[in-house]
């Protein structure tokens, strides 16, 4: 019996073409760890190894365009998303390094802080020393403002966040919509927490305050103009750089944070306190890119002028949201500060922002 001969595999045959995004040299391509970025510093930052060049860019990296694309539109991530132009989009690195190990920790610890300040009030029975006046104060108005906060979390940082040209502008975007989601949850929870321990708390009343009280229409109003902003730039400029300072801190900050120990309550400060935090951090980066924009060397005139149209667009009826808060300053039984003395801070203050970014103040702010 002879035997079979053995049988031949066929394998294919591995060709090197040198084809052109293998062969070419780029910064550091010699080294054994190498970027494809100029760090800020000497060296590279976790945040931005993890960030930066992580989103392709076919100005950068991607020598054969496009990798992919939408079915009916350009491809990849387009600048012509918003009016806005940089000589260099990539050049904006977030300030607070934001990235997802510091989200998970900076928001637990947040979330850890609400905890434990509602479990100790709740034990200490600090809600019973409430005056009715207050109680409707928190259950009409900062009930109110939740709805604020999470409608634009929802329609107008969670819309955006994948409309940047690069992905430190998304990656930072993307942060501030958990933030306003997680504030707005606080103080649903906060809402949910009264109307359990005080039988005379109405956790509904912020419904009908949202929908139908006139002191609340006009910033509904702009809340809801701006979720129907099509440029993802103006609407973070519309929402962060103007809205958020003129109304935002008026309430929060000038407001309910500088009134509520005199009625006796030291929960809601921490908690309002946790968003004006958020606020902050977010405000830095969103200072950062601007700030870059109207200095861009080549478009900077272009953006400052575009921004001063943004500026008329959305000062107007923020100053008008913000004017028909006035009656409730005078809705709790203790009220040390004026409207007047509030949001003559608050004007302060965005005046300073605007002169830190390099635009004129507007003519409404000093009427």
């Known amino acids: 019996m002879t035997s079979s001969a053995p049988k031949v ?27 494809y970025f100029e760090p800020a510093k000497l060296r590279a930052t976790v945040y931005e190894d993890v960030t930066v060049d ?17 079915g009916d539109g350009p491809g990849g991530y387009p600048q012509e998303w918003t009016a806005a132009k ?10 607070n390094e934001e990235w ?10 947040v979330v850890r802080q609400v905890s434990l300040g509602l479990e100790n009030a709740k034990r200490a029975g600090a809600y019973g020393n409430w005056n009715p006046a207050w109680q409707k104060f928190i259950a009409r108005n900062l009930g109110a403002w939740m709805h604020a906060e999470n409608g634009i979390a929802l329609h107008v940082f969670t ?14 975007v993307a942060v501030n919509a958990a933030h306003k ?17 005080l039988d005379s708390f109405d956790g509904s009343a912020h419904r ?22 099509g440029d993802w730039g103006e609407l973070l400029f519309g929402t962060n750089i103007v809205f958020e300072q003129l109304v935002g801190q008026l309430f929060r900050s000038e407001l309910v944070m500088q009134i ?99 635009l004129d103040v507007p003519k409404e702010l000093t009427q």
């Open 100 to 109: 997802e190990q510091t989200i998970y920790r900076n928001n637990s610890a």
């Open 260 to 358: 509520s120990a005199g009625n006796g309550d030291y929960i809601t400060p921490t908690i309002v306190g946790t968003g004006e935090h958020d606020y902050n951090r977010d405000l830095r980066y969103t200072r950062a890119l601007f700030r870059l924009l109207t200095r861009d060397e080549t478009h900077g005139a272009g953006n400052q002028e575009l921004f001063g149209q943004w500026l008329a667009q959305w000062v107007p009826p923020c100053l008008e949201a913000a004017r028909a808060l006035q009656p409730i300053w005078s809705q709790p039984a203790e009220t040390t500060r004026t409207f007047a003395d509030s949001f003559g801070a608050t004007k302060e203050k965005f005046t300073q922002l605007l002169e830190e970014i390099g």
């Open 54 to 70: 992580v989103q392709p860019d076919p100005d950068r990296h991607l020598s054969q365009g496009w990798i992919y694309g939408f």
């Open 208 to 229: 009908e305050v949202w929908q139908a009280a006139e002191e609340w229409q006009p910033v509904r109003k702009v809340v809801e103009e701006l979720t129907a902003v």
């Open 9 to 35: 595999r066929s394998f294919p045959k591995v060709e090197f073409t040198d084809s052109e995004a293998g062969a070419l040299d780029f910064p550091s391509s010699k080294s054994r760890s190498y970027n």
């Open 159 to 172: 819309s955006i966040q994948r409309s940047g040209p690069t992905n430190m502008i998304n990656n930072a």
């Open 181 to 197: 989601m997680r504030f707005a949850q606080d103080l649903a929870l906060f809402n949910l927490d009264l109307s359990e321990s």
């Open 86 to 95: 940089s000589s260099n989009w990539h050049a904006f690195l977030d300030p």
